[in-house]
């Protein structure tokens, strides 16, 4: 069950064919979406990284978290996708590193999630690379 604070987006509207229902969640619809699918899946240290006022970033916001197995940054990985999908109807622009599971990307454009095996978070560090963005912390399973 995703955590009560977390809001899904309303229906708006249907497409053309009057069959499917039509979601418009913002970049902040898709980050909370993203934690929620984490929190539920017990990703540890899960933070966002707010970077629309750095200079020359390439999104508005990262959101990283790790897993202690490959097993569960999979399974991260499926559910964040799943539940980004199924509440904001977004499918992601582009993924990589499911086939290794130490560290998987998903591009949202204005969202990237970065799902890490620990020790290669530990390694890579991505989080100082960006020391001039916001940084959230969201309670995760530590």
Not at 34 to 42: D, F, S
Not at 82 to 95: D, L, Q, S
Not at 118 to 129: G, V
Not at 135 to 140: E, Q
Request: net charge negative; aromatic share 10%.
């Amino acid at each position: 069950m995703l955590s009560a604070n977390i809001k899904i987006p309303t229906f708006v509207g249907t497409n053309s064919n009057m069959k499917k229902k039509v979601v418009i969640c913002n970049s902040e619809d898709i980050l909370l979406q993203a934690v929620a699918a984490m929190q539920e899946k017990k990703a540890k240290e899960i933070v966002s990284l707010d970077l629309t006022e750095v200079q020359d970033a390439v999104t508005d916001h990262f959101l990283i978290c790790h897993a202690t197995s490959k097993a569960q940054v999979n399974a991260v990985y499926d559910y964040v996708v799943e539940i980004v999908t199924k509440n904001c109807g977004e499918h992601p622009y582009h993924r990589e590193g499911y086939e290794n599971s130490e560290w998987i990307l998903i591009d949202y454009v204005d969202v990237v999630v970065h799902i890490f095996l620990e020790e290669t978070r530990n390694f890579y560090n991505i989080e100082s690379l960006w020391a001039d963005a916001k940084f959230k912390h969201y309670v995760s399973d530590e």
